[in-house]
């Protein structure tokens, strides 16, 4: 096994391979606070011979300064933002959903009072985050209506069902500590109600992370029942975990420019083989597999070959409808009657894992 510090049962106190002298993501979030009281008191760039607007922004950018509400900034910058920050919003408020359902089923009083204290830090997140986008001159009410009619997405992680208090568990581990690999650079981010907002959240997504990691501990080394439940979570909730991060660099239509302003410091791929590295050690301590068979250390990049995420979105009812050349309406009846592939129900609405779905008809030919 390679050092790891995560032998207690805190899932995202490690260090990286490649790095045996690296930081835990609380430490960078630390230093990351402290960068911003730090650019706060040393003071902005001299604007003095800036003719152009222009200019002096990419100064205060170059110089680790923050952009502020009240300072001109491109319109293609707020724009960026806002469709950034209200896409950040809208996973928080929705994410609350898929765990929300286990409040009243958690295994003893003391789990459903660490769910329900998670899920209302969630709320809180998504207000901190829709206040931070307000200051971009765009209403709340604008941005709910922009998500409501598909405008605006949230992440589609939060479609995929729940199906055993161990998914709770496998939420925290892998679906927040691919939120905190994502979101700790963020706190970094050139504009500066969105990078103080990222300080707190951060540090609330730690304990996230870690009450889900601990949850799967505790599963992975109980009954043998128990533990197939941890891994059989595990396995289903991996790979949505991965596309977490965005498509790949290549597809990426976004990254580049975001890089660029210092929205975001680094790129898609980038952060996911972060994730990866990160969760390999954390999954030893747990006993649990990464279900990837194509795992592998490679000792030149010091960094872990694995296998691609499928990035297929969630398939609503008329996708898979036209993929099977079923009627809309048999789909619907078959969910009444629980028969046919799986479906989550979202909202008023039926959702389809496009993998499901294949597996389903592969059975259906056998």
């Avoid at 002096?56 to 293609?76: G, I, L, S, T």
């Avoid at 009083?109 to 830090?121: G, N």
């Avoid at 410091?265 to 747990?286: I, K, T």
């Amino acid at each position: 096994m390679r050092s790891c510090n995560t032998c207690g049962v805190y899932g995202n106190d490690f260090v990286p391979p490649d790095d045996p002298h690296g930081q835990s993501l609380l430490d960078q979030v630390a230093d990351a606070e402290r960068a911003l009281n730090e650019a706060a008191a040393s003071g902005r760039p001299d604007a003095t011979g800036v003719d152009e607007a222009l200019d002096y922004f990419n100064a205060v950018v170059a110089a680790e300064q923050k952009v502020e509400p009240r300072d001109w900034m491109p319109e293609a910058y707020r724009k960026t933002l806002i469709r950034q920050i209200a896409q950040h919003a809208h996973s928080e408020i929705i994410g609350m959903q898929p765990e929300g359902n286990w409040i009243s089923r958690a295994p003893s009083l003391k789990r459903k009072a660490i769910l329900l204290a998670k899920v209302q830090d969630e709320a809180g997140h998504g207000l901190y985050l829709y206040a931070a986008a307000e200051t971009l001159g765009i209403s709340r009410d604008e941005l709910v209506e922009m998500l409501i009619d598909g405008r605006q997405k949230y992440s589609s992680i939060f479609n995929y069902p729940t199906l055993s208090w161990a998914d709770v568990g496998a939420i925290g581990w892998l679906v927040d500590g691919a939120a905190i690999v994502n979101q700790v650079p963020l706190c970094r981010c050139s504009y500066g109600p969105y990078a103080r907002a990222m300080i707190r959240v951060c540090k609330e997504e730690s304990f996230h992370q870690r009450q889900g990691y601990e949850i799967l501990y505790t599963l992975a080394h109980g009954t043998p029942e128990q533990r197939a439940m941890a891994q059989d979570a595990v396995n289903r909730w991996w790979y949505p975990s991965l596309a977490m991060f965005g498509p790949p660099d290549t597809d990426s239509t976004h990254s580049e420019q975001s890089m660029a302003w210092k929205i975001k410091r680094f790129s898609n791929d980038d952060l996911r083989q972060r994730f990866v590295d990160m969760c390999v050690q954390q999954a030893e301590v747990l006993t649990l597999d990464i279900p990837d068979p194509d795992l592998r250390f490679d000792t030149a990049r010091q960094s872990y070959d694995f296998t691609q995420p499928d990035y297929d979105e969630l398939w609503t009812v008329q996708d898979a409808s036209r993929y099977l050349r079923i009627p809309p309406g048999t789909l619907c009846q078959w969910r009444h009657r629980r028969k046919g592939q799986p479906a989550a129900k979202v909202g008023r609405h039926l959702r389809y894992d496009p993998a499901d779905v294949r597996a389903w008809l592969k059975r259906q030919a056998a």
